[in-house]
């Protein structure tokens, strides 16, 4: 199994930048499509990003494309997500995730391991 652990959060404001990474521990990296989830307050959670095996192929839900960039860096065993013009509507707990399957199955929900998140809040 995987061990994920979040980190990049903090306080930015409207407008700004931030990168989250994941590191990966535990098991082989490369071998796991990835992605990123997010949980606003009384909300669920949703998908914000994946990225296949190689990192040659990623995915985005409409509202994110244009914004946020994911990457991996199977070397280092890290996952990235670059966020840009960052909306206070982008206030969440980001979640790592990591899939046995490709990256595509990170897109329908089918995560295997978590990361326990890190706080993005965005003031206005």
């Known amino acids: 199994q995987v061990q994920l652990v979040e980190s990049g959060g903090g306080l930015v404001q409207s407008g700004g930048s931030l990168r989250l990474s994941c590191a990966a521990s535990g098991s082989t990296f490369s071998r796991y499509g990835m992605g990123w989830f997010r949980q606003a307050p009384g909300k669920e959670r949703e998908f914000v990003a994946g990225i296949s095996w190689s990192g040659r192929s990623t995915y985005y839900p409409d509202s994110m494309k244009g914004r946020f960039i994911i990457s991996r860096d199977n070397a280092k065993n890290t996952l990235y997500l670059q966020m840009n013009s960052l909306k206070p509507e982008d206030t969440a707990v980001y979640y790592c995730?990591?899939?046995?399957?490709?990256?595509?199955?990170?897109?329908?929900?089918?995560?295997?391991?978590w990361g326990k998140g890190t706080l993005v809040t965005v003031s206005s």
């Open positions: 995730a990591a899939s046995t399957g490709p990256g595509a199955s990170v897109v329908a929900g089918e995560v295997n391991y």
